[in-house]
C-alpha cells in the first residue's frame, strides 16, 4: 500500500479504500472520514491524508479562509498525537467523540463540542412506522404529498445510466436555481454530484428517485456503508411539489428497513438552522458528536 507518514500528506484517492477501511473499521461510521464523501466533496482535489503514530489525520481545504482543516481518527499515542498536530496545524476540527475520550490529560487541551458537525444518527424502522407524537410533523408531510399526488412512483436508478446522470444533474441545476445561487455555486453543487455519480461504481451505493405522473422530481443517494448502516449523501428534491423533499427521505428509510439495514446516517447540519430543524423531523436516535481541539 501505498501511504503517507506525517508530514507528508498525500491525496486521497479510490486506492486508499483499504487503508481507510483498515483505520476507521473500530469506529462508528462518522460522515467526515468516509471515503466516497472526501472523493466527491473535492473541488480542486486538495483533500489528503497520512499516518501519525498509527491515526489517520485528514487535511481538507477551508473554503472560507483559503486555509486547511485537518481532523484525527484513532486511538493510539493520541495525547502526543493531537499535541503534535495542534502545534503545526493550529486546531483540529470535526474531531470524533472516542478521540476526545482517549486523551489522557484532557485538561491540557481546550476541547470544544461542535454541534454544527454532529451526525444524525436515525432508524429506519422508526421512521417507516411512523408512531407516537415524536413523528407527528413528518406524518403531516408525508401524508401532505401522498394526498396532493396519488399518481408517484419510487425508482431504484442506474447510477450508470448517461440519462439518469443528465436527469439528475438537470435536476440539480433546476434546484440551484430555485435557491439563486450564482453561476459558480451551481457549478460546485453539480460537479460534487456528477462526482458522486462517477465513484460510486466502486462503492455499494443506492440512488432512488421520486417521480410524479412519469416526472423526475427527487433523489437520494445513499451508500451502504455495512451492513447495519446507510450514509445519506444528498437529498434533492423539486420545491415546487409540496412536502416531496419529505416523501424521498421517507420512502429511503422505508427502503433500507425493507433491506434489514436498521441505522441510515444523515450526516451533519453545517448550522444551518433550516437544515438542523428538518433533520430533526426524523427524530434521530443519536448524534455521533464532534468536536475542535486546540
Not at 15 to 24: G, I, M, N, P
Not at 255 to 261: C, E, K, M, T
Not at 270 to 280: A, E, S
Request: charged share 25%; glycine share 6%; hydrophobic share 35%.
Amino acid at each position: 500500500m501505498n501511504t503517507a507518514e506525517y508530514p507528508g500528506f498525500k491525496k486521497i484517492g479510490i486506492e486508499d479504500r483499504e487503508v481507510f477501511a483498515q483505520h476507521l473499521a473500530k469506529f462508528e461510521t462518522y460522515s467526515d472520514f468516509n471515503l466516497l464523501s472526501l472523493l466527491s466533496w473535492n473541488s480542486g482535489g486538495h483533500n489528503s491524508y497520512c499516518l501519525l503514530n498509527g491515526n489517520l489525520v485528514l487535511r481538507m481545504k477551508d473554503y472560507l479562509t483559503d486555509g486547511f482543516i485537518h481532523s484525527i481518527i484513532g486511538n493510539s499515542r493520541l495525547d502526543e498525537t493531537v499535541s503534535k498536530l495542534i502545534n503545526e496545524a493550529g486546531q483540529l476540527s470535526m474531531v470524533p467523540e472516542p478521540v476526545v475520550m482517549g486523551l489522557q490529560n484532557k485538561g491540557e487541551f481546550k476541547i470544544t463540542e461542535d454541534r454544527d458537525s454532529f451526525d444524525y444518527i436515525l432508524s429506519t424502522e422508526r421512521i417507516t412506522k411512523l408512531e407516537g407524537s415524536d413523528f407527528k410533523p413528518l406524518r403531516k408531510n408525508v401524508h401532505g404529498f401522498t394526498l396532493r399526488y396519488s399518481n408517484y412512483e419510487i425508482k431504484e436508478l442506474d447510477r450508470s445510466n448517461r440519462e439518469v446522470k443528465d436527469a439528475v444533474l438537470k435536476l440539480t441545476q433546476d434546484w440551484c436555481v430555485s435557491k439563486n445561487f450564482d453561476e459558480e455555486k451551481c457549478a460546485e453543487e453539480k460537479e460534487i454530484i456528477n462526482n458522486f455519480m462517477n465513484f460510486s461504481e466502486s462503492f455499494n451505493c443506492v440512488l432512488l428517485g421520486l417521480y410524479v405522473e412519469n416526472k423526475f422530481i427527487a433523489f437520494t443517494f445513499n451508500e451502504i456503508v455495512t451492513p447495519q448502516v446507510a450514509m445519506g449523501h444528498f437529498g434533492l428534491a423539486d420545491n415546487n411539489y409540496a412536502h416531496s423533499s419529505y416523501f424521498i427521505e421517507y420512502e429511503t428509510s422505508k427502503y433500507f428497513h425493507a433491506r434489514g439495514i436498521p441505522t441510515l446516517n444523515h450526516e451533519q447540519d453545517t448550522g444551518i438552522l433550516g437544515l438542523r430543524t428538518t433533520k430533526m423531523t426524523y427524530v434521530p436516535v443519536k448524534f455521533l458528536k464532534k468536536y475542535t481541539i486546540s
